[in-house]
Each structure stands twice: as C-alpha cells, then as structure tokens.
C-alpha cells in the first residue's frame, strides 16, 4: 500500500514529448469542439465568457466519460480565477463545481459558502451545495439548502434534492412517494426527469424493492442511455442481482470509463466463458489504477478498494483504501466497500465506524443492514 504523499505526489514526465495517453477528440464531435475553443482560449486566457464555456464543456466531458484528464482542462480554463478571491460568480460556481468533481468537497463547499453570501437567491449553487455536502453526510445541512430552493426551482428538483438526504436518515419511504408522486405528473425536462428516475430507482433498491427499482432505471435509461452515472448504478443493481449476463451489452462499449470497465469486469468473472476477456481487462484496470495513482488522481479509491477486494482478494489493501475514501465521501456505495472490505480483513473497529454510522442516520439500505448481521 502507497503512503498518503505517494498518492499526493502527481507523476511528470522526463520529456514533453513522453505521450500518457491520446484523448479521444477524434471519434467526438464535441470534444473536437472542445479542443478547438480551448486553441481560441489560448490566444486570450482572461476572456472569461469563452473561459466559462471551455471550463462547462469540458467538465461536462470529464462527467460523461468518466475521464478526471477532462477536469484538468476545466481547470486549466479557469486558471486565471483559480486561485484569487475576488472571482466573477460564473468562473466561481464552476470551480466550486470542478472541485466537487475533483473530489475536493471542502474547497468546493467553500467556494460556495463565498458565492451564497453574495449571491443567496443563486439556485444553482445552493442545488450543487446541497449535493456535495449529502455527500459528505451532512445531511441536515443539505436539507436546509434545499428547503431555501422554495421558489427558486421547479417542484421535482426540490423534491429531488429534498430526497437526496431524506432517504438517507430514516425516511427513505416519504421520500421515495414524494419523488413517484412528482413524477408521475411528467414535469420537468429530459435531464431533470432522468436524474429523479435514477434517484427513484437507487431508494428503491435500498429499501429492497427491486421490482420498483427496475422499473424507475428503465426509464431513467430510456431517457438517457449513456448516462455514466446511471449506468453504473444499473449495473451495480444487476450485479446485485445476480444478473451479470445482462449488464454485458449495457457496458460492452463503456471501456473507457474506469468506474463502467470495472463493473464490466466483474460481470466478466462470473462467467466462466469470458475468462480471457476478464483477464485482458482485470490488467487494463490494475494499470489505469496505477497510472491514476502516478497521476496524484484519488478520484476512483472506491472503485480500486472494490477492485483490490472482488478481483485481487487483497482485504488489506481495499480496506486501507475504503478508509481513506471514507473520510472524504459518505455515501452508502462508500459505506458498502468499507464494509466488504472490513469484514474480509476482520476489521472490528472498521465495521464499528460503519454499525455506528448507519445507527446515527437511521439508514435504511436492505444490503448493508444484511452485511452488518452476517457479521454477528
């Protein structure tokens, strides 16, 4: 196991002429685009209009195909306003998003702590605040965002963000009807129906309702079929259920994405045909793992502590590294790998932390109430 400044410390090259690896603006008709305005951007790298539409587009791609180099061109966009305090509100939500990306969700918080106090009708910001602080299980703190979104948003975002944090501390069945009752009414657009429906699908499974569950990802996926995120959510479910054969043409095509190379993986070895695939691509991802580590990039320990744990079957390993993505993000995905991994190691303090957790928030999630008993 690295130590924390290993991880920290981001690999250079010894040349500039040393290739990492090609970006796939080629086959891409918006990352050609993207490549095209960062060249403009180059020539006036304080047009700020210009800068914010780089920095959007390319952490919009960092998000669709899973790659953090994409974060690093937003950032580069917004160089001029990286670091300063005094930072135009557009260039600041963006950074404050850019960061929650970058899985730095204090400097985000920040940011928009900064950008709220000046601006606290900005519903966007206060929606991306709300979700980072969830993630940081700070629950109370988000709802109290989203209960000053009244007025500001339509009704299935409210109900969305509400939802979020609801579902999380002991009232996973009001939110769950809230979200199926706003639904049902057909508001809002393609994006925003998508998200609800995909957030819909993920309380359900965690209340155990599977059938629900299938039903809210099929229409989430019919909305958006290349959502990363709601791919991957979606292959974790069949996973679950037992259903690897069917995850194969959902993410036959998304090797790109560690994350959905990963689930494929897994779906992989537990097909005894596919053995060699499994095996090309049980190395492609231990070398992705490294060269991220090289890179200083930590944005996928949950993926490489569930990698390190189902594929490697090093518990030492995964539960090392499930315990530092632990400190930073506190999600119930979060929550299972440390679990996994604990149990494997027979880590008693570890289980601890998640049995005491789950007790403070009143989770309700059907696998990790099941894990934490088969641990007795």
């Known amino acids: 196991m690295l130590s924390g400044e290993s991880w920290a410390k981001p690999y250079v090259p010894e040349s500039d002429a040393v290739v990492l690896e090609h970006l796939p603006e080629k086959n891409d008709p918006a990352l050609a685009q993207l490549k095209r305005m960062r060249a403009t951007l180059m020539m006036d790298p304080r047009n700020l209009n210009l800068a914010v539409s780089v920095a959007r587009r390319a952490l919009e791609a960092g998000r669709r195909l899973g790659d953090p180099r994409f974060f690093g061109q937003a950032q580069a966009a917004l160089a001029p306003w990286w670091g300063g305090e005094d930072v135009p509100p557009a260039a600041l939500l963006l950074r404050a998003t850019l960061k929650q990306s970058q899985h730095d969700f204090e400097g985000s918080i920040a940011d928009l702590d900064r950008l709220l106090a000046a601006h606290?009708?900005?519903?966007?910001?206060?929606?991306?605040?709300?979700?980072?602080?969830?993630?940081?299980?700070?629950?109370?703190?988000?709802?109290?965002?989203?209960?000053?979104?009244k007025g500001h948003v339509v009704p299935i975002v409210l109900i969305g963000c509400d939802a979020t944090s609801a579902s999380l501390t002991g009232n996973a069945a009001g939110a769950y009807g809230a979200l199926v009752q706003v639904l049902a009414q057909g508001v809002g657009n393609l994006d925003v129906r998508e998200w609800a429906s995909t957030l819909a699908a993920e309380i359900a499974a965690r209340r155990g309702d599977f059938d629900a569950a299938e039903r809210h990802f099929r229409d989430a996926l019919a909305l958006d079929p290349r959502d990363a995120y709601l791919q991957g959510a979606y292959a974790d479910f069949l996973l679950d259920r037992g259903r690897p054969r069917e995850l194969l043409p959902l993410l036959r095509d998304a090797t790109k994405n560690d994350a959905l190379l990963l689930r494929?993986?897994?779906?992989?070895?537990?097909?005894?045909?596919?053995?060699?695939?499994?095996?090309?691509?049980?190395?492609?991802?231990?070398?992705?793992?490294?060269?991220?580590?090289?890179?200083?990039?930590?944005?996928?320990?949950?993926?490489?502590?569930?990698?390190?744990?189902?594929?490697?079957?090093?518990?030492?390993?995964?539960?090392?590294?499930?315990?530092?993505?632990?400190?930073?993000?506190?999600?119930?995905?979060?929550?299972?790998?440390?679990?996994?991994?604990?149990?494997?190691?027979?880590?008693?303090?570890?289980?601890?932390?998640?049995?005491?957790?789950?007790?403070?928030?009143?989770?309700?999630?059907?696998?990790?109430?099941?894990?934490?008993?088969?641990?007795?």
């Open 264 to 376: 494929l993986a897994l779906a992989e070895q537990q097909l005894p045909e596919l053995r060699e695939s499994f095996a090309v691509h049980r190395e492609d991802l231990s070398v992705r793992f490294d060269a991220a580590r090289r890179r200083g990039d930590s944005l996928h320990r949950r993926e490489e502590a569930r990698f390190r744990l189902t594929v490697e079957h090093d518990a030492k390993v995964a539960l090392n590294l499930a315990r530092e993505n632990w400190l930073v993000q506190r999600e119930p995905s979060d929550l299972r790998i440390l679990i996994e991994a604990a149990r494997a190691a027979g880590d008693a303090d570890a289980l601890k932390i998640a049995s005491d957790w789950v007790a403070a928030t009143h989770l309700e999630d059907a696998a990790i109430v099941t894990l934490l008993r088969a641990r007795q």
């Open 120 to 149: 606290p009708a900005l519903a966007q910001a206060r929606l991306t605040r709300a979700t980072v602080l969830a993630v940081r299980g700070r629950y109370a703190d988000a709802l109290h965002d989203c209960e000053q979104l």
